[in-house]
């Protein structure tokens, strides 16, 4: 089971980046996907997450700025963060959650300055 997470980078506030989680070994079905991210000094937290039915959850602090999509036949779910700002700056971790199992992808980094 892995997790592979693409897309991260520099960024400066007000720009766009996307990330991409692609699982191997596994499928996503009745799998929670989605992103969490820890910024220096700070526990991780949760920023989108979808359900297997694509029900989604948001971040109240990146709500109407950041969108998550899969796409169950590719294995693959997306993260579209617009409107960056430098407090997004921090590892971002794909999770794949089901029935209190957790899997962790290895993080990427974005870095966002102002």
């Known amino acids: 089971v892995q997790l592979q997470a693409s897309g991260g980078g520099l960024a400066q506030s007000g720009d766009s980046l996307r990330l991409s989680c692609t699982a191997s070994?596994?499928?996503?079905?009745?799998?929670?996907i989605g992103w969490f991210r820890q910024a220096p000094g700070k526990q991780r937290e949760m920023v989108a997450l979808?359900?297997?039915?694509?029900?989604?959850q948001y971040a109240d602090s990146v709500r109407d700025r950041f969108l998550i999509s899969r796409d169950n036949a590719k294995i693959m779910v997306t993260l579209q963060m617009d409107r960056l700002k430098p407090e997004d700056t921090a590892v971002y971790f794909c999770?794949?959650?089901?029935?209190?199992?957790?899997?962790w992808g290895r993080g990427t980094q974005v870095t966002v300055s102002s």
């Open positions: 979808i359900s297997f039915a694509g029900i989604t």
């Open positions: 999770i794949a959650r089901h029935l209190g199992d957790d899997f």
């Open positions: 070994g596994f499928t996503l079905d009745y799998y929670a």
